[in-house]
């Protein structure tokens, strides 16, 4: 399966600035192993992805996480021609994603930093997807050649945003709200977890009835 990604998987945290000491020889394979079998999070988890890869900035370690529908499995190595994408993270989003478990849940506030870090560059991943850009329908490629979506912090305190354009038969993904849109999105956490396992669905099955269901969705809450 060729690299791809959706807006938003609950595995990151803020990528903080830190130098390397003893502190940071922490391991993920290591430190998350005790949560692959936390039924919240195979839960919370659950269409977001099969395989994704990860690895760790300070260390270079890579891993693999799978999720199997009943459990989570971390394999060493990561191989992007397998993987559902592949994301970076830092020792210290090791730390946050252990601390964020303790309590048996990932709120909306905890997941909102996760989503507006990866917010634009999995959406942009996922609309470079072979298979979606043939299965967007045309009527999206012509009308809303320039898309602004905004996702929002539960408060509304903070937000991230990017714009989506559609040019030369490609879309094009930048950070920022540039232009004259001809549709904007605002969107809370739930809507881009929502979002995610539609897509990732669609993508994944790659079936006509799979695109034609979730561009049904689509013209839903386009409308």
């Keep these: 399966m060729k690299t791809i990604a959706y807006?938003?998987?609950?595995?990151?945290?803020?990528?903080?600035?830190?130098?390397?000491?003893?502190?940071?020889?922490?391991?993920?394979?290591?430190?998350?192993?005790?949560?692959?079998?936390?039924?919240?999070?195979?839960?919370?988890?659950?269409?977001?992805?099969?395989?994704?890869g990860v690895r760790v900035q300070e260390t270079g370690?890579?891993?693999?996480?799978?999720?199997?529908?009943?459990?989570?499995?971390?394999?060493?190595?990561?191989?992007?021609?397998?993987?559902?994408?592949?994301?970076?993270?830092?020792?210290?989003?090791?730390r946050?994603?252990?601390?964020?478990?303790?309590?048996?849940?990932i709120t909306d506030t905890?997941?909102?930093?996760?989503?507006?870090?990866?917010?634009?560059?999995?959406t942009s991943l996922t609309l470079q997807n072979e298979s979606m850009l043939e299965n967007v329908p045309g009527f999206v490629k012509r009308k809303d050649n320039n898309i602004h979506v905004t996702l929002h912090s539960p408060d509304h305190t903070a937000s991230v945003s990017h714009s989506i354009l559609y040019l030369n038969k490609e879309w094009i993904v930048v950070s920022?709200?540039?232009?004259?849109?001809?549709?904007?999105?605002?969107?809370?956490?739930?809507?881009?977890?929502?979002y995610q396992?539609?897509?990732?669905?669609?993508?994944?099955t790659d079936t006509r009835a799979g695109w034609k269901a979730f561009n049904k969705w689509y013209k839903i809450i386009r409308n």
Excluded at 10 to 39: C, G, H, R, Y
Excluded at 197 to 204: G, K, L, P, S, Y
């Design 110 to 122: 905890e997941a909102y930093p996760i989503l507006s870090y990866m917010f634009t560059s999995i």
């Design 96 to 105: 946050n994603m252990v601390s964020y478990a303790t309590d048996g849940k």
């Design 176 to 194: 920022g709200l540039r232009g004259t849109p001809k549709r904007i999105y605002n969107m809370e956490v739930s809507d881009a977890m929502e």
């Design 7 to 52: 807006l938003f998987l609950p595995v990151l945290m803020f990528v903080l600035p830190m130098s390397i000491s003893a502190q940071d020889e922490i391991f993920a394979s290591e430190e998350w192993e005790e949560l692959t079998n936390k039924e919240f999070l195979i839960e919370f988890f659950d269409g977001s992805f099969s395989n994704m």
């Design 197 to 204: 396992r539609r897509v990732q669905e669609a993508i994944t």
């Design 61 to 94: 370690e890579e891993i693999t996480i799978q999720h199997h529908g009943d459990r989570l499995d971390i394999v060493e190595g990561v191989n992007p021609d397998e993987t559902d994408y592949v994301i970076d993270i830092s020792t210290q989003d090791i």
